[in-house]
């Protein structure tokens, strides 16, 4: 699914927003809950004091999120309008304001294309971990502030204090795993555990949603792959046997080395149907056009149109 928005914009965004799971965001001004936020949600908008002053963003909608159990992020500078709604990814020109709601010419692409999904998450939760959270207190500053509105862009941050946002992922991959029954020693332990516990309040979920693969050697998604990427896993029980199934595509989330080895941290396949049988699979991509299946040891770049053709067929596959 991929479609333009302008007519109606708002509309249409808060519709998907009400019928879906979890909501995040990475808006540049907020004055109006035009996603109907819930708790566990997040919203990374500039909340400096010049935003507040200026009546940009509105400190009191911010109280408001916060009372419901959102988590609210200040980048002060930030211009970007992205959501994420579940797996459906909205990048497009408008605030959540009523001026964008109701007199504004704007214009978005909604999309449900893996490659796009993945970076929009990979996006906002960069901006999250850079950007200080907001509590009450904060907020309640933030409401003393006498709003004096003006015309004209906000100040922006100094260039020093914006954000680094790495290169985001937006390719797919087929990659063989096996299964993994080693302990692993103390220092990738500790590293495991850090990781997770990070990317859980990075990304606000639970850590049975999170799952990582434990890479030797070296291959192309090592030297290529980014967090941001999405990856198809081909599954097999034992190193060397035949796989027996095949993993959704999912979001890569991070990746951290150690002695030489590679540990690469992917959201766990959820939905309807997370995973399906190898012959299925093979069935699948022959009815797709591809020739050569995968095997074992397969680790293998795929085309977007491709990749973006799995996911979609994926569930009447």
């Given at each position: 699914?991929?479609?333009?928005?302008?007519?109606?914009?708002?509309?249409?965004?808060?519709?998907?927003?009400?019928?879906?799971?979890?909501?995040?965001?990475?808006?540049?001004?907020?004055?109006?809950?035009?996603?109907?936020?819930?708790?566990?949600?997040?919203?990374?908008?500039?909340?400096?004091?010049?935003?507040?002053?200026?009546?940009?963003?509105?400190?009191?909608?911010?109280?408001?999120?916060?009372?419901?159990?959102?988590?609210?992020?200040?980048?002060?500078?930030?211009?970007?309008?992205?959501?994420?709604l579940d797996e459906v990814a909205v990048i497009g020109s408008g605030n959540m304001s009523r001026a964008s709601?109701?007199?504004?010419?704007?214009?978005?692409?909604?999309?449900?294309?893996?490659?796009?999904?993945?970076?929009?998450?990979?996006?906002?939760?960069?901006?999250?971990?850079?950007?200080?959270?907001?509590?009450?207190?904060?907020?309640?500053?933030?409401?003393?502030?006498?709003?004096?509105?003006?015309?004209?862009?906000?100040?922006?941050?100094?260039?020093?204090?914006?954000?680094?946002?790495?290169?985001?992922g937006h390719n797919a991959w087929l990659v063989a795993v096996h299964e993994f029954d080693e302990d692993l020693v103390r220092k990738e332990q500790r590293l495991v555990e850090a990781t997770?516990?990070?990317?859980?309040?990075?990304?606000?979920?639970?850590?049975?949603?999170?799952?990582?693969?434990?890479?030797?050697?070296?291959?192309?998604?090592?030297?290529?792959?980014?967090?941001?990427?999405?990856?198809?896993?081909?599954?097999?029980?034992?190193?060397?046997?035949?796989?027996?199934?095949?993993?959704?595509?999912?979001?890569?989330?991070?990746?951290?080395?150690?002695?030489?080895?590679?540990?690469?941290?992917?959201?766990?396949?959820?939905?309807?149907?997370?995973?399906?049988?190898?012959?299925?699979?093979?069935?699948?991509?022959?009815?797709?056009?591809?020739?050569?299946?995968?095997?074992?040891?397969?680790?293998?770049?795929?085309?977007?149109?491709?990749?973006?053709?799995?996911?979609?067929?994926?569930?009447?596959?």
């Amino acid at each position: 699914m991929q479609r333009i928005l302008s007519h109606h914009l708002w509309r249409e965004i808060s519709a998907r927003s009400t019928k879906a799971k979890r909501r995040q965001a990475a808006i540049a001004y907020v004055t109006e809950d035009l996603l109907r936020f819930k708790r566990g949600d997040l919203l990374v908008t500039d909340a400096s004091r010049a935003a507040i002053r200026s009546g940009e963003t509105s400190a009191k909608l911010l109280a408001t999120l916060l009372r419901r159990g959102v988590r609210v992020h200040s980048c002060a500078g930030l211009h970007a309008k992205a959501i994420l709604l579940d797996e459906v990814a909205v990048i497009g020109s408008g605030n959540m304001s009523r001026a964008s709601r109701s007199t504004l010419i704007e214009a978005a692409v909604m999309t449900d294309a893996p490659s796009t999904v993945s970076g929009v998450a990979s996006l906002i939760a960069q901006l999250a971990q850079q950007s200080p959270e907001l509590d009450r207190d904060a907020v309640a500053g933030l409401c003393a502030i006498k709003v004096v509105r003006r015309g004209g862009p906000n100040v922006v941050a100094k260039r020093n204090l914006q954000p680094k946002i790495k290169p985001l992922g937006h390719n797919a991959w087929l990659v063989a795993v096996h299964e993994f029954d080693e302990d692993l020693v103390r220092k990738e332990q500790r590293l495991v555990e850090a990781t997770m516990a990070e990317l859980v309040q990075r990304h606000g979920c639970r850590a049975d949603s999170i799952g990582w693969i434990r890479w030797d050697g070296a291959g192309p998604f090592l030297k290529a792959g980014k967090p941001g990427d999405r990856i198809i896993q081909v599954y097999s029980r034992k190193d060397g046997s035949r796989p027996v199934s095949v993993l959704k595509s999912v979001a890569v989330l991070d990746r951290k080395r150690r002695a030489g080895t590679t540990f690469v941290f992917v959201a766990q396949p959820s939905g309807r149907r997370p995973e399906m049988s190898f012959a299925n699979f093979n069935r699948f991509l022959k009815k797709l056009g591809v020739g050569r299946p995968p095997g074992a040891t397969t680790e293998r770049l795929l085309d977007p149109s491709l990749a973006d053709s799995i996911s979609s067929g994926w569930n009447s596959a």
